[in-house]
């Protein structure tokens, strides 16, 4: 493993353990229960939509992240899933769950 490789590695369980602390606080959060006065439900309701929004958004980047993972640990991470090539450095380090390089994302 390149130690570029190994320094996505840290930085992607360091995002795994962010993701997985906020999921955590998500279903706290969407298990507390709710106010029996009527003009506060709505509010409510609409704050319930936007935490399981957030919960989709944080379980899929929580897969992605898990997926670059095991590409690391199956030595392809870096290789686009499209064309085979290499992904740029640079597009890894801005987004270390990169599964395509510019031009197949493109």
Known sequence: MSSETAGMKQ????????????????????????????SEQAQERENDEV?????????DALAAVKAALL?????????CAQC???????RLK????ATHCMDCAA
């Open 11 to 38: 930085v992607l369980e360091q995002r795994l353990s962010e993701l997985e602390s906020r999921l955590e606080k998500l279903k706290r959060d969407a298990a507390k229960e709710h106010s029996s006065d009527s």
């Open 51 to 59: 935490v399981d929004a957030i919960g989709i958004e944080t379980r």
């Open 71 to 79: 590409r690391i640990d199956q030595g392809r991470y870096g290789l």
């Open 84 to 90: 085979g090539g290499d992904i740029a450095v640079n």
């Open 94 to 97: 801005a987004m270390p769950e």
